[in-house]
């Protein structure tokens, strides 16, 4: 079983996965001080890596991707090595299965990481997504924007955490934009700017794109899996009330 957030440097699937490292490291010892015939240390370790390969069924969940290991493809793949040359299959059968049930160690700490990473990370609040902006400064991505739009980051900042989610409205903003205008010089974009430089909360792993609204009184956030909508009482925009 093999963990895929979206988000590779999320702290929390880090850590988890250190969790189950440990535990393999601790059954592993176990397993080692039991026998009599004592393989060498890195033979185990090589063996319990490659019984992790398995053929998996996949499913999402919350966004994560999980695999869920059927068949040990990785054991079956040792043992046919080990009786084809010879060598003894014993010695090593038990790190070769523990290497396979570990794939549900990893099952268990991705399910247990999902609750977690949403108590930890709330994904319905903008401060998650916009927690460093020390640097941050608007871009113009369309012609309707204010040559010398600039960001209030004092406002921002006082703004962030009272910014209240609203509902998308994609097919009326599109009306508004393309089919209630005449000329094509008269269309405005409601969102021209793009927020740039930066960050999400530390070890959250997320990765967005924010555009700020004409008015400067509402931000898009765009990830890899939805769109969220903020408005707020006061603009961002110096000069823009």
């Known amino acids: 079983m093999e963990i895929n957030f979206n988000f ?90 523990l290497g396979f049930w570990a794939n549900y160690l990893f099952l268990a700490s991705t399910l247990l990481a999902i609750p977690i990473h949403h108590v930890v990370y709330p994904k319905d609040e903008a401060a998650t997504y916009l927690s460093e902006f020390e640097n941050a400064s608007l871009v113009a991505v369309h012609p309707s924007a204010m040559e010398d739009g600039v960001l209030d980051k004092d406002r921002l900042k006082k703004e962030l955490q ?23 010089n008269e269309k405005d974009e409601r969102f021209p700017y793009q927020l740039v430089n930066t960050d999400a909360a530390w070890g959250s792993g997320l990765h967005s794109v924010i555009f700020v609204e004409d008015d400067g009184k509402g931000v898009l956030i765009t990830t890899a899996e939805n769109q969220l909508y903020f408005r707020f009482d006061h603009s961002i925009i110096e000069g823009v009330e």
């Open 162 to 184: 009272a910014m209240k989610q609203e509902t998308i409205y994609s097919d009326q903003w599109y009306e508004d934009t393309y089919l209630n205008r005449g000329e094509i």
């Open 8 to 97: 590779p440097d999320d702290i929390i699937i880090i850590f988890m996965s250190g969790i189950v490292w440990s535990v393999i490291a601790y059954l592993a010892l176990r397993i080692y001080k039991k026998q009599i015939e004592k393989p060498k240390v890195w033979k185990i370790a090589v063996i319990i890596i490659v019984s992790l390969f398995s053929f998996s069924i996949n499913w999402q969940m919350f966004n994560t991707l999980v695999k869920l290991s059927i068949l040990p493809l990785g054991v079956w793949a040792i043992y046919v090595f080990f009786k084809w040359t010879g060598r003894n299959w014993e010695a090593y059968r038990r790190f070769a299965w």
